[in-house]
């Protein structure tokens, strides 16, 4: 009971802590200096100077065990050993374990195996996140092609996971097929759709796929090269959210689980209010509206570059948001079928309850091995017809 007394307040003052430091981020840079001038005027006296140092030791306490147990529990014991190579930071980032090359057409180093959030990444010559195939085709050999975003590489889960990876297993492991069958991969974070179309043209084309697979990001246009963020400096790197963000699993967590859930429940309230008020409802549907002219615009230039491939559009289930209804809207399905596009719809599968039970771990949304299994199912479950017909 003695030693539950003492922890308590010291738990609760180091939440408090990090309530604060969050917040002030979402404020100003400004805030920093001038708390710190308070905080000096403040500690004068030598009991004040006391609760301030517990305040700060708590702080420090709550945040170092936060990771210990969140590295321990997610990415095991070897997370807390290599702590410099094991960090949640994204593409481009000075403190992620990657290596880039310009001279690769996604940027990323080639043959490189590093780890990148938490997992083992490795590339193949061409800097993707793939292993190697020999650009001719083999003979009885049928090729899928695979070209979308963060979701499609396989960020947070570890090499071989990917749904890409395990559809490759799947088709290959078919008892009614002597086929061999190869998945090729060319997805990188980041990408839209324009950079699909371009890795397809300039990559994918040389492989001769039987079929490909999009994961389009509608409303991200244009090229996409690696945004590096410039290094901050020691002092820079203190004040900086996304150096806290990009070292700390455990900060991110908090950050987004806790925090920015926060702020989206307050946002959907305001949005809940607006539309009541009549102001919100019209925004939306020109918005939408002008969503679909550019999904449009897209489909033909699809149907024209692609016209002598079969391929297939997917829409993944998005995992952090198991708990809402989400849906493909009737307006992009009509435009399928005005194009005669084959779209793949992953949204209804049963990915279970939770949306915790399907992310790579607390703070990152993306969808660890088992939904990427549920996605895999699902495009080959829509393929299989493709697949009897082309082997006929």
């Known amino acids: 009971m003695l030693l539950a007394g003492r922890v308590q307040p010291l738990l609760f003052s180091g939440a ?18 001038l708390i710190a001038v308070l905080i000096l005027l403040y500690i004068r006296d030598k009991r004040r100077r006391y609760f301030f140092n517990v305040l700060i030791l708590s702080a420090l306490l709550f ?23 094991y960090v949640p930071a994204g593409l481009g980032h000075p403190l992620t374990d990657l290596q880039y090359d310009e001279k690769t057409y996604t940027g990323l180093a080639a043959n490189q195996d590093r780890l990148f959030q938490g997992r083992r990444f490795l590339t193949n010559s061409l800097g993707f996140r793939d292993e190697d195939y020999a650009f001719q085709k083999p003979a009885d050999t049928v090729r899928v092609m695979v070209c979308g975003t963060s979701l499609s ?20 492991q078919m008892p ?17 759709v324009d950079d699909c179309l371009d890795a397809v043209a ?35 790197r203190i004040f900086s959210q996304n150096t806290w963000l990009a070292m700390s699993f455990f900060y991110q967590a908090m950050h987004r689980e806790f ?7 307050f946002l959907t309230f305001k949005q809940m209010l607006l539309m009541r008020a009549g102001k919100a409802g019209q925004e939306e549907q020109a918005s939408r509206a002008g969503v679909m002219v550019l999904v449009e615009d897209y489909l033909k230039t699809f149907k024209t570059a692609w016209q002598d491939i079969p391929f297939f559009i997917v829409t993944l289930r998005p995992i952090n948001q198991l708990h809402r209804p989400f ?52 495009i080959l479950e829509a393929l299989r017809p493709y697949l009897i017909k082309k082997a006929v």
Not at 16 to 33: G, K, W
Not at 72 to 77: A, I, Q
């Open 16 to 33: 408090f802590f990090a309530l604060v430091f969050e917040l002030c981020h979402y404020v100003s840079a400004v805030v920093f200096p």
């Open 63 to 85: 945040f170092a065990l936060g990771e210990f147990f969140f590295r321990l529990h997610y990415l095991g014991p070897q997370a807390i050993l290599n702590f410099s190579r």
């Open 153 to 172: 590489t396989g960020n947070g889960v570890h090499q071989g996971e990917p749904y890409p990876d395990q559809l490759e297993q799947m088709l290959n």
């Open 327 to 378: 849906h493909v809207g009737s307006d992009e399905k009509a435009l399928y079928a005005k194009y005669q596009i084959q779209h793949i719809d992953t949204t209804n599968a049963d990915y279970g309850t939770y949306g915790s039970d399907r992310v790579v771990y607390p703070g990152d949304t993306h969808p660890n091995a088992k939904a990427h299994r549920i996605y895999a199912s699902v």
């Open 176 to 192: 009614d097929s002597s086929q061999n069958y190869e998945v090729i991969n060319l997805s990188r974070g980041a990408y839209g």
């Open 259 to 265: 925090v920015a859930v926060r702020v989206e429940r």
């Open 202 to 236: 300039k990559v994918g084309r040389k492989y001769q796929p039987d079929f490909i697979i999009l994961e389009p990001r509608w409303t991200n246009t244009g090229l996409h090269p690696i945004p590096r963020v410039p290094d901050a400096g020691p002092l820079g």
